[in-house]
């Protein structure tokens, strides 16, 4: 079963609408989580680092107000994309490293976004 | 830095046809190298991995060879199926857990 659950699965909203999207690992804790943004027919860009009780890490070009990250607990991180326009409009996913794991990362099934 | 870099798609083959895929990397180190797949409208899936020069990863009839040497990391198959149909990615895994991807390649298997 899924290690890692991400929700919701998709969102349709208004323009200027803000959206929360959630990432918990499941059956293990995560200090780390990493957000990924995915366009059409493109690769996982690497949008930032969760950090476990400590400020997110932002890759180069990603806003850090548009894009909130909260990771209030061992298990669970948000991502908030405020104020959401049209070009906002991707598919996110999130990621949590799981040291006993034979894979590097487990992945969510990732939310799509579209703003109206 | 870190990168991965894959053979431009849109890749299409007929059924049983010999599939290749070719990925290098760029990286500090010998990072782990991995191959994912992603299915329409679904998330990714571990298709296979390599930990170290001269693995050979393995599943579902797919093969990749961790070459220190030329820096790559080629997927191949013998003989692909229509529902092998989906987007590929290549990456690899720095030492801070980031996980790297290349631009991906999609495959269409026609019947």
């Known amino acids: 079963g899924a290690v890692v659950s991400q929700h919701p699965s998709r969102v349709i909203c208004k323009s200027g609408t803000s959206v929360k999207i959630e990432c918990r690992s499941l059956?293990?804790?995560?200090?780390?989580m990493f957000w990924y943004r995915q366009f059409p027919k493109q690769s996982l860009m690497l949008m930032a680092t969760s950090n476990e009780g400590s400020k997110a890490t932002y890759e180069q070009g990603v806003e850090k107000d548009k894009f909130l990250i909260n990771h209030a607990s061992l298990t669970l991180s948000t991502l908030t994309v405020t104020s959401a326009h049209p070009e906002d409009s991707s598919f996110y996913i999130c990621?949590?490293?799981?040291?006993?794991?034979?894979?590097?990362?487990?992945f969510g099934d990732g939310t799509r976004l579209s703003i109206l | 830095g870190n990168s991965v870099t894959q053979m431009e798609g849109p890749v299409t083959l007929s059924e049983e046809a010999f599939l290749t895929i070719n990925c290098t990397y760029t990286?500090?180190?010998?990072?782990?190298l991995f191959w994912y797949v992603q299915y329409p409208g679904e998330g990714l899936q571990l298709l296979l991995k390599?930990?170290?020069?001269?693995d050979k990863g393995s599943n579902k009839g797919f093969e990749a060879t961790y070459r220190k040497e030329t820096t790559s990391f080629h997927l191949e198959k013998g003989s692909v199926q229509v529902s092998d149909s989906a987007v590929y990615f290549c990456a690899l895994l720095t030492s801070y857990d980031k996980v790297i991807f290349g631009p991906g390649t999609s495959l269409s298997v026609i019947p």
């Open positions: 990286a500090t180190g010998y990072p782990s």
């Open positions: 390599a930990t170290k020069a001269d």
């Open positions: 059956d293990f804790q995560a200090t780390t």
């Open positions: 990621s949590a490293p799981d040291r006993d794991s034979n894979q590097p990362q487990h």
